[in-house]
């Protein structure tokens, strides 16, 4: 058996980060809302699918959220 000395530690990598601004935050925040409030009301029956579906496809253009495609 070999052993061999380190004698650098290994630097473990930094994960890419991505700064929002405020309108971004405030679009996730608003698109957030705007499809909990869109999914209770179809629970409801106050909707039918295809109009919560044209609603949140409404949301998406409106708001444009970055971290909605990523859940």
């Known amino acids: 058996m070999q052993v061999k000395k380190i004698t650098t530690l290994a630097q473990a990598p930094v994960p890419a980060t991505h700064d929002m601004s405020e309108k971004q935050l405030y ?36 708001f444009v959220p970055v971290l909605a495609g990523l859940l």
């Open 27 to 62: 679009d996730e925040i608003n698109y957030y809302r705007a499809e909990k409030l869109t999914l209770k009301m179809l629970e409801k029956g106050l909707i039918t699918p295809e109009e919560s579906d044209r609603i949140l496809a409404e949301s998406r253009k409106i």
